[in-house]
């Protein structure tokens, strides 16, 4: 398979990078490119680009697959063929994230510091070790402090010869302005929901219908739709959400739901603590010379080590539960969607098919203009949680919201 074909829905965006990745292999080769020349970094190709595009459009996904195109070493491109062919050694380690010049940053915590960002303009000055490039994928570039974002504009402005910058951001808005405009900028769309329901049953193995319905439940995004469709407990999660617009007709339910919702990414969040941090710290203790499993004392001096890791995983589970509250309030925010479509008689289609007596129930109990409050509302919340309230007071002043209407 090629290295682009999981990237859905994006066919401007593959055909622009297959073009750069084309012209970058005439940089390496010194091929000649129809003029008789060695075609110029100014073209197809350029060492900054700038992915953006809603949650689930692939931003990761198309960076990676660049990054595998530029360090594809198939024969066939010498013979016409475009790079990226997916299955020789460049292609295939770039992809798993093995390939000695590729380099993939993404971030478990809040933010991407100073510290982390300098480690990286420093692997950017070294040569690619196997003569093509040294790419640098950046996937939470929006997380980059202001600071850190100083940091890395030196290492974009004046870049080293052989080495390529892969940002990916929400939207521009989320990127330093002298950072992106020496970036190259692709704008990725939601893909279709029936080819991200495609993808999964290609690629994942997933029954044909309940991938159609994770993929319409979670509108074209293809992480979550793959999530839903593997995860047995992402689907409870949900279900317990889309049921919260029935239960807040008082105080006291508001009350228990915004309780309930807090409590679910907490509970996310410890799943994934159990899941990761507590082989981290074997592997850790064991580095350090403690026998694993035992709990017993690790030598002199190497405490600080280990105070740096609870803190980095106590970092982690802050943004894990804050990542599932923005995840629940984005089905929220679908559920009221379909409503409002059923109250204007819209032809869009509707996303949460499997709670269509709720849907049909909250329609008929209230009116559009109050549909489109609820929905500021958990937008409201949701930029609260930006500004750093409370978690809980910022979710009960919506689910009150949400009842006021």
Not at 243 to 269: N, T
Request: net charge neutral; aromatic share 2%.
């Amino acid at each position: 398979m090629a290295v682009w074909d999981d990237l859905v829905g994006q066919d401007r965006v593959t055909e622009q990078l297959s073009a750069a990745a084309r012209d970058a292999d005439a940089l390496v080769t010194g091929a000649a490119s129809p003029e008789g020349g060695v075609p110029a970094a100014g073209g197809s190709m350029t060492h900054a680009w700038l992915f953006t595009g809603p949650p689930g459009s692939g931003r990761a996904t198309a960076a990676r697959a660049f990054a595998a195109a530029l360090q594809c070493v198939s024969p066939d491109r010498a013979h016409g063929g475009m790079p990226g062919c997916g299955f020789c050694d460049g292609c295939h380690t770039s992809l798993v994230g093995t390939h000695a010049d590729v380099e993939i940053v993404r971030t478990d915590q809040l933010s991407i510091g100073v510290k982390e960002t300098r480690d990286l303009v420093r692997r950017s000055q070294l040569s690619p070790a196997g003569g093509r490039w040294q790419v640098i994928v950046l996937e939470d570039a929006d997380r980059l402090t202001e600071g850190a974002g100083n940091v890395l504009l030196k290492a974009v402005e004046e870049p080293a010869p052989r080495t390529v910058w892969l940002l990916c951001a929400p939207s521009l808005e989320d990127v330093l302005p002298t950072i992106r405009s020496r970036c190259r900028h692709l704008t990725l769309r939601t893909p279709p929901v029936e080819a991200v329901a495609d993808l999964l049953t290609r690629r994942d193995g997933i029954e044909p219908e309940l991938a159609a319905q994770s993929a319409r439940a979670t509108q074209g995004h293809i992480g979550r739709a793959r999530r839903l469709a593997t995860d047995e407990r992402a689907r409870a999660r949900r279900a317990a959400v889309l049921k919260l617009p029935l239960r807040v007709d008082d105080i006291g339910g508001c009350l228990k739901g915004a309780q309930e919702l807090i409590d679910a990414a907490a509970e996310d969040a410890k799943q994934v603590a159990e899941e990761v941090d507590t082989k981290e710290t074997e592997e850790l203790r064991a580095a350090l010379g403690a026998a694993a499993g035992t709990g017993g004392r690790l030598p002199r001096g190497t405490a600080g080590v280990m105070k740096d890791l609870q803190d980095r995983q106590k970092r982690r589970g802050t943004r894990t539960q804050r990542d599932s509250l923005d995840l629940a309030l984005v089905d929220l925010t679908g559920f009221y969607r379909d409503v409002l479509a059923m109250q204007l008689g819209s032809p869009v289609a509707i996303a949460n098919v499997d709670v269509g007596d709720a849907l049909r129930r909250v329609a008929s109990g209230s009116r559009p203009e109050q549909t489109l409050r609820r929905i500021e509302a958990i937008i409201e919340c949701r930029r609260a949680l930006d500004r750093n309230v409370a978690p809980l007071l910022a979710v009960e002043a919506m689910t009150v919201a949400l009842r006021a209407g």
